[in-house]
C-alpha cells in the first residue's frame, strides 16, 4: 500500500544515519519512475496503480504516441495531452479507455524527463509576437521567445537555436531565448547545419580530444612496430570510390594449392584510440561517421581519419589482418589474426579495377600494371564466394542507389544513378568474410563482443507477405519459420517478371531492421549464424569495439568497454541508435535539397512508380529524376479510398479502383514546401499496371489494361548511403515506430559509399561459410 516516506523508512528498518542516502535512492527511483507519489505523498508502485512508463513519440499533427517500456501496445495521447510534452520526453500515463480507432488512449500523469532543451528552428512573426517553427516536425508546439529577445535582431524567416527556458504546461506553450542564430533558410549548407542541430550529431571535438590528437605521430615510428609482423612487402591494395579519403582496408590473394590465400588488412585505430580516453569518448558520442553530400562528419579527427589510420598509397600504416584460406568451394578452411605493419602499393578504384579486370581497357591495364595477376588472382576468389553465396541462400536484393552533382553555388543539379559493378562486389566478399571470421573467433574464445544481428521477419508480417504472395499465385517456402534461402528462392523465381519491382519490395518490407547486439542470433539476411563489424574502425564504432576484442583475446586478456559501465547490451542500443540517427539526419537534407532541385519545375509533368502506400496517399518516385513526392488522397478522384496495409493498396469505397505499390502513373508537379521539405503531385494518369493478381474481380477483368515491358519498371531510388546491408532498410509507417532499441536503413549509416562485409573461420582451423557486402561511402 502507499507509505509516506517515514513509515516506509521504518517498513524497511532505515537506521537513522541511512536516512539521507535512503532519501536520495527513493529520488532517483521517483526520477525515474520505478515508484511515484501521490497527492498526500506517498510512495507506491506504478504498477500497483495501473501506470505506464514510456518514452512520448509526436506526430506532426499534434497527436502521439507513448512508447512503453514494457514493450507493450503504444498509447495514444490526443492533442490536449500532447499540449504539455515534447517529442521524446519520458512519461508516466494511466489507460483511460479506446480511442475511436480502437487503440488504447493514455491520460499524463507526471512528466518523469524532459528530452529536449535546445531546439532548431525557424523565426516567425505573427501580429508582433515572435515564436519559433521547430524543424523537428515531431515538436508540434511553436516556441515563445522570451522577452529580451529582440536584442539578438532576430528577422523573420532566420534559422535559429533556443534554449527552453520553460517547458510546456497544459496551458502555456514553450518559451525560450535564442542562443545562437545560424542565417537564412536558403544559405548555402544551411540544410546540414540544421540536420545536425535537430538530431544532436557531435560535430566538434573537445579541446581534450583535440589535444590528444595533436600529440599524436604524423607516421609510424619504429616502436610501434614491436609485436607486429612485417607485411611491407605484400602487395597489398586499397580499392573504394573515386572521392573516398578514408581507406581502412586493404586486400591481398593469392593461389595456394587448389584454394586461395586471402588477405583483408584494415587499419589498427585502437592503436591511437585507447580505451577511456577523450578520443573514445568523442567516437562513443558520434558512433558512426555521417557522410552528407558534399560534407562528412567525421567520427575521428581528420588527422586519424585521413592521415595515420586511412591506409594510403606508399607510406607504412600499422594494420590488423584477417588472413584466410579458402578453398574451391568457398569454404574458410582456416584463419589467422595478427597485428601487422603494411605498405599499400597502389589506391585504386572500382572503376578503375573493372575496367582492367571486366573490359579489358588499356589504359586501365597499364595503370595497375604489375599489380594485376593479384587483381585477376581477387576475381578468381570472388567468382568461388559468390557461388557459395548462393548455396549459402543469402538474399541478395537489387536497389537503385543514386548521387547528388552539384553546382558551384552548392545545390544539386543533377540527380544521376549510381552504377555498381563486380569490383564493388568483389570487395564486398572479401569484407563480408574477414567479418565472419571475426565472429567466429570471438565466440570460438567467448568473449563478449556486439554482433551485427538481423532477425527473420515477424509472424504477423509474414502472414502479410503470405497472403499478398498467394493473390499472384506464388508462395514462400519455409512454414512457419522461414529461411534466407527461402527468400532467395522466391526472390530468384521471380526475376525476370514485369511486377518485379512490386514483389521485391514487398518481400524486403516483411523484414526486419539489423542492429547491434551482445547476444548473437544470427544474421538472416545473409544467412550467417553469427556475424560482426570488423572491416570499418575508421567510421564505425563497432568495429572499433570488435578490434579490441581480438587483440584481448590474442593477449589472453579481456576486454571491457569503458562506456556504460561494460554493458555490452547498452553498448548495442547506443550504437544502433547513432545509426539511425546518421541515416535520419542524411535523409533530411537529401530531401530538402531535392526540394531546392525541384522548386523551379512546378506545372512540369513526370512519369513515375509508387513507391510507398500510406492511408494518407501515394508516394511516387519520378523515372529519371530519382525524386520522391506524395499524391494526397484527395487527388485521387472522388471516392472515399480506404488504405489495405496486407495488399499495400489503396481501394475506392464505390468504384473499387486500386492504386498499390510499383503502379506505373504520370504525375504533375503543384507545389514544393521547403520548409517542411515537402514535394506534392497531381494524379494525371494511371495506375498503368505492370501485373494483374491471381483471381481478379468482375470489374478488374472488364477494365482495360497496360502491360509496360519489365524495363519500364523503374527501380526505386535509393539514398546515396544505402550500404551494403540492402535488407536493413526501413519501411515507411503512418504512425511512429518503436525506437526502443534502436532508431530506424540502413549499413549508417556507413559513411563510406559501400559498406564491407565479411566471411568466418576460427584461429587455427575453423570451417565456415560466408559472406556479405562492403559498403563504403564516397567522401
Same mark, same amino acid.
Given at each position: 500500500?502507499? /507509505?509516506?516516506?517515514?513509515?516506509?523508512?521504518?517498513?524497511? $528498518?532505515?537506521?537513522?544515519?541511512?536516512?539521507?542516502?535512503?532519501?536520495?535512492? @527513493?529520488?532517483?527511483?521517483?526520477?525515474?519512475?520505478?515508484?511515484?507519489?501521490?497527492?498526500?505523498?506517498?510512495?507506491?508502485?506504478?504498477?500497483?496503480? $495501473?501506470?505506464?512508463?514510456?518514452?512520448? #513519440?509526436?506526430?506532426?499533427?499534434?497527436?502521439?504516441?507513448?512508447?512503453?517500456?514494457?514493450?507493450?501496445?503504444?498509447?495514444?495521447?490526443?492533442?490536449?495531452?500532447?499540449?504539455?510534452?515534447?517529442?521524446?520526453?519520458?512519461?508516466?500515463?494511466?489507460?483511460?479507455?479506446?480511442?475511436?480507432?480502437?487503440?488504447?488512449?493514455?491520460?499524463?500523469?507526471?512528466?518523469?524527463?524532459?528530452?529536449?532543451?535546445?531546439?532548431?528552428?525557424?523565426?516567425?512573426?505573427?501580429?508582433?509576437?515572435?515564436?519559433?517553427?521547430?524543424?523537428?516536425?515531431?515538436?508540434?508546439?511553436?516556441?515563445?521567445?522570451?522577452?529580451? *529577445?529582440?536584442?539578438?535582431?532576430?528577422?523573420?524567416?532566420?534559422?535559429?537555436?533556443?534554449?527552453?527556458?520553460?517547458?510546456?504546461?497544459?496551458?502555456?506553450?514553450?518559451?525560450?531565448?535564442?542562443?545562437?542564430?545560424?542565417?537564412?533558410?536558403?544559405?548555402?549548407?544551411?540544410?546540414?547545419?540544421?540536420?545536425?542541430?535537430?538530431?544532436?550529431?557531435?560535430?566538434?571535438?573537445?579541446?581534450?580530444?583535440?589535444?590528444?590528437?595533436?600529440?599524436?605521430?604524423?607516421?609510424?615510428?619504429?616502436?610501434?612496430?614491436?609485436?607486429?609482423?612485417?607485411?611491407?612487402?605484400?602487395?597489398?591494395?586499397?580499392?573504394?570510390?573515386?572521392?573516398?579519403?578514408?581507406?581502412?582496408?586493404?586486400?591481398?590473394?593469392?593461389?595456394?594449392?587448389?584454394?586461395?590465400? /586471402?588477405?583483408?588488412?584494415?587499419?589498427?585505430?585502437?592503436?591511437?584510440?585507447?580505451?577511456?580516453?577523450?578520443?573514445?569518448?568523442?567516437?562513443?558520442?558520434?558512433?558512426?561517421?555521417?557522410?552528407?553530400?558534399?560534407?562528412?562528419?567525421? @567520427?575521428?579527427? !581528420?588527422?586519424?581519419?585521413?592521415?595515420?589510420?586511412?591506409?594510403?598509397?606508399?607510406?607504412?600504416? /600499422?594494420?590488423?589482418?584477417?588472413?584466410?584460406?579458402?578453398?574451391?568451394?568457398?569454404?574458410?578452411?582456416?584463419?589467422?589474426?595478427?597485428?601487422?605493419? @603494411?605498405?599499400?602499393?597502389?589506391?585504386?578504384?572500382?572503376?578503375?579495377?573493372?575496367?582492367?579486370?571486366?573490359?579489358?581497357?588499356?589504359?586501365?591495364? !597499364?595503370?595497375?600494371?604489375?599489380?594485376?595477376?593479384?587483381?585477376?588472382?581477387?576475381?578468381?576468389?570472388?567468382?568461388?564466394?559468390?557461388?557459395?553465396?548462393?548455396?549459402?541462400?543469402?538474399?541478395?536484393?537489387?536497389?537503385?542507389?543514386?548521387?547528388?552533382?552539384?553546382?558551384?553555388?552548392?545545390?544539386?543539379?543533377?540527380?544521376?544513378?549510381?552504377?555498381?559493378?563486380?569490383?564493388?562486389?568483389?570487395?564486398?566478399?572479401?569484407?563480408?568474410?574477414?567479418?565472419?571470421?571475426?565472429?567466429?573467433?570471438? #565466440?570460438?574464445?567467448?568473449?563478449?563482443?556486439?554482433?551485427?544481428?538481423?532477425?527473420?521477419?515477424?509472424?504477423?508480417?509474414?502472414?502479410?507477405?503470405?497472403?499478398?504472395?498467394?493473390?499472384?499465385?506464388?508462395?514462400?517456402?519455409?512454414?512457419?519459420?522461414?529461411?534466407?534461402? $527461402?527468400?532467395?528462392?522466391?526472390?530468384?523465381?521471380?526475376?525476370?517478371?514485369?511486377?518485379?519491382?512490386?514483389?521485391?519490395?514487398?518481400?524486403?518490407?516483411?523484414?526486419?531492421?539489423?542492429?547491434?547486439?551482445?547476444?548473437?542470433?544470427?544474421?538472416?539476411?545473409?544467412?550467417?549464424?553469427?556475424?560482426?563489424?570488423?572491416?570499418?574502425?575508421?567510421?564505425?564504432?563497432?568495429?572499433?569495439? *570488435?578490434?579490441?576484442?581480438?587483440?584481448?583475446?590474442?593477449?589472453?586478456?579481456?576486454?571491457?568497454?569503458?562506456?556504460?559501465?561494460?554493458?555490452?547490451?547498452?553498448?548495442?542500443?547506443?550504437?544502433?541508435?547513432?545509426?539511425?540517427?546518421?541515416?535520419?539526419?542524411?535523409?533530411?537534407?537529401?530531401?530538402?535539397?531535392?526540394?531546392?532541385?525541384?522548386?523551379?519545375?512546378?506545372?512540369?509533368?513526370?512519369?513515375?512508380?509508387?513507391?510507398?502506400?500510406?492511408?494518407?496517399?501515394?508516394?511516387?518516385?519520378?523515372?529519371?529524376?530519382?525524386?520522391?513526392?506524395?499524391?494526397?488522397?484527395?487527388?485521387?478522384?472522388?471516392?472515399?479510398?480506404?488504405?489495405?496495409?496486407?495488399?499495400?493498396?489503396?481501394?475506392?469505397?464505390?468504384?473499387?479502383?486500386?492504386?498499390?505499390?510499383?503502379?506505373?502513373?504520370?504525375?504533375?508537379?503543384?507545389?514544393?514546401?521547403?520548409?517542411?521539405?515537402?514535394?506534392?503531385?497531381?494524379?494525371?494518369?494511371?495506375?498503368?499496371?505492370?501485373?494483374?493478381?491471381?483471381?481478379?474481380?468482375?470489374?478488374?477483368?472488364?477494365?482495360?489494361?497496360?502491360?509496360?515491358?519489365?524495363?519500364?519498371?523503374?527501380?526505386?531510388?535509393?539514398?546515396? =548511403?544505402?550500404?551494403?546491408?540492402?535488407?536493413?532498410?526501413?519501411?515507411?509507417?503512418?504512425?511512429?515506430?518503436?525506437?526502443?532499441?534502436?532508431?530506424?536503413?540502413?549499413?549508417?549509416?556507413?559513411?563510406? =559509399?559501400?559498406?564491407?562485409?565479411?566471411?568466418?573461420?576460427?584461429?587455427?582451423?575453423?570451417?565456415?561459410?560466408?559472406?556479405?557486402?562492403?559498403?563504403?561511402?564516397?567522401?
Amino acid at each position: 500500500m502507499p /507509505l509516506p516516506f517515514g513509515e516506509l523508512a521504518d517498513a524497511m $528498518d532505515i537506521l537513522p544515519v541511512e536516512r539521507e542516502f535512503f532519501e536520495r535512492r @527513493m529520488f532517483a527511483m521517483e526520477r525515474d519512475g520505478q515508484v511515484i507519489r501521490n497527492r498526500r505523498g506517498a510512495y507506491l508502485l506504478p504498477a500497483k496503480a $495501473d501506470l505506464i512508463r514510456g518514452t512520448v #513519440q509526436g506526430h506532426p499533427d499534434g497527436y502521439g504516441f507513448v512508447v512503453t517500456d514494457d514493450e507493450g501496445a503504444d498509447i495514444f495521447l490526443g492533442p490536449n495531452e500532447m499540449r504539455e510534452v515534447l517529442h521524446g520526453d519520458r512519461v508516466m500515463v494511466r489507460v483511460a479507455g479506446l480511442d475511436r480507432r480502437g487503440r488504447p488512449e493514455g491520460k499524463l500523469v507526471e512528466v518523469l524527463e524532459r528530452a529536449n532543451t535546445r531546439i532548431v528552428g525557424r523565426v516567425l512573426v505573427e501580429n508582433g509576437v515572435t515564436l519559433v517553427v521547430p524543424e523537428n516536425r515531431r515538436i508540434s508546439q511553436e516556441i515563445l521567445l522570451a522577452p529580451g *529577445v529582440k536584442a539578438k535582431k532576430v528577422v523573420a524567416g532566420q534559422v535559429v537555436v533556443v534554449e527552453l527556458v520553460e517547458q510546456p504546461t497544459r496551458y502555456a506553450q514553450p518559451i525560450g531565448k535564442v542562443v545562437e542564430i545560424l542565417g537564412n533558410y536558403a544559405d548555402p549548407g544551411m540544410e546540414i547545419e540544421i540536420a545536425l542541430r535537430k538530431h544532436e550529431l557531435p560535430c566538434e571535438f573537445s579541446s581534450a580530444a583535440k589535444d590528444q590528437t595533436r600529440r599524436l605521430p604524423d607516421a609510424v615510428r619504429k616502436s610501434d612496430w614491436k609485436g607486429r609482423e612485417d607485411l611491407t612487402a605484400l602487395p597489398l591494395v586499397t580499392i573504394d570510390g573515386e572521392t573516398a579519403r578514408d581507406f581502412d582496408d586493404a586486400v591481398f590473394c593469392e593461389r595456394q594449392g587448389r584454394g586461395f590465400r /586471402l588477405v583483408v588488412a584494415i587499419a589498427d585505430v585502437s592503436h591511437y584510440v585507447k580505451v577511456g580516453s577523450a578520443l573514445d569518448g568523442e567516437a562513443y558520442d558520434r558512433g558512426n561517421s555521417v557522410y552528407f553530400p558534399r560534407r562528412v562528419i567525421p @567520427m575521428l579527427p !581528420e588527422k586519424l581519419s585521413n592521415g595515420l589510420c586511412s591506409l594510403n598509397p606508399q607510406v607504412e600504416r /600499422l594494420c590488423m589482418v584477417c588472413d584466410m584460406a579458402i578453398s574451391t568451394t568457398g569454404a574458410i578452411k582456416q584463419f589467422r589474426f595478427y597485428p601487422a605493419v @603494411m605498405f599499400s602499393k597502389a589506391r585504386l578504384t572500382y572503376n578503375q579495377v573493372a575496367a582492367a579486370l571486366y573490359e579489358q581497357d588499356a589504359a586501365a591495364i !597499364e595503370s595497375v600494371g604489375e599489380l594485376l595477376p593479384h587483381l585477376q588472382n581477387l576475381d578468381k576468389l570472388f567468382r568461388v564466394l559468390l557461388k557459395a553465396r548462393a548455396k549459402r541462400g543469402a538474399i541478395d536484393f537489387e536497389t537503385q542507389e543514386t548521387r547528388m552533382i552539384f553546382d558551384e553555388n552548392g545545390k544539386i543539379a543533377q540527380i544521376v544513378p549510381e552504377k555498381r559493378n563486380d569490383a564493388h562486389r568483389l570487395i564486398e566478399e572479401c569484407m563480408l568474410a574477414a567479418n565472419v571470421c571475426a565472429s567466429e573467433f570471438l #565466440q570460438t574464445h567467448e568473449h563478449a563482443a556486439l554482433y551485427r544481428v538481423h532477425e527473420g521477419p515477424t509472424p504477423e508480417k509474414l502472414a502479410k507477405l503470405r497472403e499478398f504472395f498467394a493473390e499472384f499465385g506464388l508462395q514462400l517456402g519455409g512454414g512457419e519459420e522461414p529461411r534466407a534461402g $527461402d527468400y532467395a528462392r522466391l526472390l530468384e523465381k521471380i526475376q525476370g517478371r514485369p511486377d518485379l519491382q512490386l514483389l521485391q519490395t514487398v518481400m524486403l518490407r516483411s523484414l526486419r531492421q539489423a542492429m547491434y547486439s551482445p547476444d548473437n542470433v544470427g544474421h538472416f539476411g545473409l544467412a550467417y549464424e553469427a556475424y560482426t563489424h570488423f572491416t570499418s574502425p575508421i567510421r564505425r564504432y563497432p568495429d572499433l569495439l *570488435v578490434h579490441r576484442a581480438i587483440k584481448a583475446v590474442l593477449a589472453a586478456d579481456k576486454y571491457q568497454p569503458a562506456q556504460e559501465a561494460g554493458d555490452w547490451e547498452q553498448i548495442g542500443l547506443h550504437c544502433s541508435m547513432t545509426e539511425r540517427r546518421a541515416d535520419e539526419a542524411d535523409r533530411d537534407v537529401e530531401n530538402w535539397l531535392k526540394c531546392y532541385y525541384m522548386q523551379d519545375r512546378i506545372g512540369e509533368e513526370f512519369d513515375g512508380s509508387v513507391s510507398s502506400v500510406v492511408p494518407f496517399g501515394l508516394f511516387v518516385a519520378l523515372d529519371d529524376v530519382f525524386v520522391e513526392g506524395l499524391v494526397h488522397i484527395s487527388d485521387l478522384g472522388s471516392d472515399y479510398f480506404h488504405y489495405d496495409d496486407a495488399h499495400h493498396s489503396l481501394v475506392g469505397e464505390r468504384t473499387g479502383e486500386r492504386y498499390r505499390l510499383s503502379d506505373r502513373v504520370r504525375v504533375q508537379l503543384v507545389r514544393v514546401n521547403m520548409e517542411a521539405s515537402k514535394i506534392d503531385f497531381r494524379l494525371i494518369a494511371g495506375p498503368a499496371r505492370v501485373t494483374e493478381r491471381v483471381g481478379k474481380t468482375a470489374r478488374e477483368k472488364l477494365a482495360p489494361e497496360s502491360l509496360p515491358p519489365a524495363s519500364d519498371a523503374p527501380a526505386k531510388p535509393r539514398r546515396r =548511403a544505402a550500404k551494403a546491408e540492402a535488407v536493413e532498410v526501413a519501411q515507411p509507417v503512418d504512425k511512429p515506430k518503436k525506437a526502443k532499441a534502436a532508431a530506424k536503413p540502413r549499413a549508417p549509416a556507413d559513411s563510406k =559509399a559501400d559498406a564491407k562485409p565479411a566471411k568466418t573461420k576460427k584461429p587455427g582451423k575453423t570451417s565456415l561459410a560466408g559472406a556479405k557486402k562492403k559498403a563504403k561511402t564516397s567522401v
